[in-house]
């Protein structure tokens, strides 16, 4: 094949994903229809599903790359950087994954391909959670688990107050009293940013 | 008006509710029809909507309850009743507020309508939260306001992770971790759940 046509190839794809992420935005998921799918990528819904076998399909790519963008800023940025971008996220792409909760649940298969694709990021963001550990960013007494599991949590209520257009905390707040909860030694005589 | 008609009214106010909640829970907002309203409260259309003048009323009323019962016990039994409840909600029926996320930012006067509502409860709260700065329940170094920020916002992330599906943090890390971000001195000298 010639090397055109691969260019060509990821080049649509794009065009896809991009079309179809606004596409849900606007509309929800079960609002994104196949003619607005359509519209939306400015392609027929022949090559749409030339590329991605389903609607289904679509939204899963754009998960993972989501997972995938969040694990390279947390790996590459630090906790301030992953938490500034989540209060900074599409509140209508957000209210896409809220939309497709009550299915993730009465779909276990669905639920259960997301999180496949997803799970290639975990060693990463793991990896990195124990260097944190280890350079006193991070507490060391608690398992890296824990530690992922707490910081999960603060970004799973900002990105849903976030969707929900509530009041957010600033977000000093929030990486002060996240660092009093897990934060380490890494200044030894510092004061925390939040207690006196 | 005889007393029993009284009585009978709200007898029936309290069917519709609790039949919509369980009509919301199982087939989400959109799919609670007018049919499946009444399937679910055994009244008819005519008898439902005397009573409540919209499905929005309906939906409403059942949110400023969840509020007042959230209030209720974070004032007489504290923080950790409140977490647990939370980790214990009907996925089913936090779906519903998920998918309702959309429709508040594109509705304002919706939002509206149930913010003002829910309002009523805030000064008790916030007067719970002032008394738990003065016990040494909670640290007095933050404004009321910004430890009732955070404290919402592990809620949400609370309600969030259990309305995915995802793994919630184990209740006894997370009542540990918040006591390290916003607890007081309450015991001086006993050292904190988490910390060493």
Redesign the interface.
């Known amino acids: 094949m010639p090397k055109i046509s691969e260019e060509r190839r990821t080049e649509r794809r794009e065009q896809i994903l991009a079309g179809a992420r606004r596409c849900f935005a606007e509309h929800?998921y079960e609002g994104a229809t196949v003619v607005r799918l359509e519209t939306a990528t400015g392609l027929s819904r022949g090559a749409i599903f030339n590329y991605f076998g389903s609607k289904e399909d679509l939204f899963i790519e754009l998960a993972v790359r989501d997972a995938a963008r969040m694990s390279d800023l947390w790996v590459n940025s630090g906790l301030e950087a992953v938490v500034r971008e989540v209060i900074e996220l599409d509140?209508?792409w957000l209210?896409v994954y809220?939309?497709l909760?009550?299915r993730?649940?009465n779909d276990p298969g669905f639920?259960k391909r997301i999180e496949t694709r997803q799970r290639t990021v975990a060693p990463a963001n793991r990896a990195r959670i124990e260097e944190a550990q280890r350079t006193g960013e991070f507490?060391d007494?608690?398992e890296p688990k824990?530690v992922g599991?707490?910081v999960?949590?603060?970004?799973?209520?900002?990105?849903?107050?976030r969707?929900?257009?509530?009041?957010?905390?600033?977000v000093e707040?929030?990486l002060g009293?996240?660092d009093?909860?897990?934060g380490g030694r890494a200044q030894p005589g510092t004061p925390s940013r939040?207690?006196?």
Do not use: C, H, K, W
């Not at 999960?152 to 107050?161: D, E, F, H, K, V």
């Not at 929900?164 to 905390?169: A, I």
């Open positions: 929800g509140p209508a209210s809220l939309e909760f009550r993730l649940r639920g507490r007494d608690l824990q599991l707490f999960n949590l603060i970004l799973s209520g900002l990105a849903l107050q969707a929900s257009g509530e009041e957010l905390p600033p707040l929030v009293l996240l009093d909860a897990i939040t207690r006196a």
